[in-house]
């Protein structure tokens, strides 16, 4: 478990028997003129699918590993406040006036984005049987994932060029595939400013570290359970599972490269409440229903040194 982790409302088995609930709910329906004429059936169903998605969401989601979170309510203006250490011994003469420091306040405006997600489910087809609800929940959360990470990972890589207040590169290059090299200069900088560091990836990209002397392995039950592999010279090594979509062709996590970080985040995401802007509602023509949720958030990186990334050209 990884500091700032979320909490999922339901466990994997949790979730089966939540499926199963959810497509049962339908069974007791033998026309679509029944299901348009519950209207608390529609809102129950939407509300239950949105949970589903959140909770399936949850417990894959990596982006805890790379920042802190905070949330603020519908209509909260949000911003960022850091406190800045400015004090130093000076030398001191007698009779003389000392100088006097304070910390210094800092504020960064944050920018959050608001996302929807609608979908609409064909209830001629759930009704033949050919469609089952819970694939909505599933493919809900998938969608999610997606575009967390790719806003989460693509504010890290971004923010993460040049060099730390050190002088040390904070990006770092290999030849084909991860070198031991590559990796061993992006953790040596990254110990400096960080600590309890783990490196991510997609297995594509981490597999040349399981040959690389000072890797240990872990049991494969702790590998499924938690996405860890194993140790690399103390540092973490943990599998990012990419939700690649066939549809679009969309991958959210690249193999060509690797993030490391550590317990001490140099980014902030920041989530805005915003279930007060979901829906659901019938549509008559085509005997659809319609749903969807909105979500509300933002990345802010202020301490890019606080990561490394390394590629693969």
Not at 15 to 43: C, M
Not at 228 to 257: C, H
Request: glycine share 8%.
């Amino acid at each position: 478990m990884f500091a700032g982790m979320r909490i999922a409302k339901r466990g994997r088995d949790e979730l089966s028997e939540a499926k199963l609930a959810l497509n049962d709910a339908f069974l007791k329906y033998n026309s679509i003129g029944q299901i348009v004429a519950d209207t608390e059936f529609q809102f129950v169903v939407a509300e239950l699918i949105r949970q589903l998605a959140i909770d399936e969401f949850v417990l894959t989601d990596p982006t805890p590993l790379f920042c802190m979170r905070a949330q603020a309510e519908l209509g909260q203006t949000i911003e960022l406040e850091e406190y800045v250490n400015s004090m130093r011994m000076v030398r001191r003469h007698p009779g003389s006036q000392s100088y006097v420091f304070q910390p210094i306040k800092r504020k960064y405006p944050i920018v959050t984005k608001e996302y929807d997600l609608p979908f609409g489910i064909d209830l001629e087809k759930v009704l033949r049987r050919e469609l089952t609800p819970a694939v909505f929940a599933e493919h809900a959360a998938q969608a999610l994932s997606r575009i967390w990470v790719n806003t989460v990972l693509g504010a890290i890589d971004s923010a993460s060029t040049g060099t730390d207040h050190y002088g040390r590169n904070q990006r770092f290059t290999s030849v084909g595939s991860l070198s031991q090299a590559s990796l061993d200069g992006a953790l040596q900088a990254l110990g400096d400013v960080n600590t309890d560091m783990f490196v991510a990836g997609r297995y594509f990209a981490l597999f040349p570290v399981t040959g690389f002397s000072g890797f240990s392995n872990l049991a494969l039950e702790e590998i499924r359970q938690t996405g860890l592999v194993g140790y690399y010279k103390g540092a973490k090594v943990v599998l990012l599972r990419d939700d690649f979509n066939w549809w679009t062709q969309e991958i959210a996590i690249p193999s060509n490269r690797v993030y490391l970080g550590g317990g001490n985040k140099g980014a902030w995401l920041h989530e805005r409440d915003v279930a007060a802007l979901n829906y659901q509602y019938i549509d008559h023509e085509t005997a659809w229903l319609k749903t969807g949720f909105r979500v509300d958030f933002g990345v802010t990186v202020v301490q890019p040194w606080k990561y490394r990334v390394c590629d693969m050209v």
